[in-house]
């Protein structure tokens, strides 16, 4: 598994984190997990395999969000409970 971190402009409200979140999920059935921040202008993704960047692009720019960056690092799914929490 992987944890994908995109770089995401155009948010502005949760109800924007929620539009990216179901689009990428409907978009994108294999992934295991989708977070976005409207405030830190990012989405998290778990999935089994790196999504290209031209692909999060074609679904989420015609919505008006505007995908600028992504990094891609291993996801340890022992530590799959304790994504998404404040440390």
């Known amino acids: 598994m992987v944890k994908m971190l995109v770089s995401i402009e155009g948010m502005s409200c949760s109800?924007?984190?929620?539009?990216?979140?179901?689009?990428?999920?409907?978009?994108?059935?294999?992934?295991?997990?989708?977070?976005?921040?409207?405030?830190?202008?990012?989405?998290?993704?778990?999935?089994?395999?790196?999504?290209?960047?031209?692909?999060?692009?074609?679904?989420?720019?015609?919505?008006?969000?505007i995908v600028t960056a992504t990094t891609v690092e291993p996801f340890d799914k022992k530590n799959f409970l304790l994504f998404g929490r404040n440390k």
């Not at 992934?31 to 990012?42: D, G």
């Not at 395999?49 to 692009?57: A, S, V, Y």
């Open 15 to 65: 109800m924007c984190e929620a539009r990216v979140n179901e689009t990428i999920r409907s978009e994108f059935p294999e992934i295991s997990k989708v977070k976005s921040s409207y405030r830190k202008n990012t989405t998290v993704i778990v999935t089994d395999q790196e999504i290209p960047m031209e692909e999060l692009r074609a679904v989420l720019d015609p919505l008006g969000y």
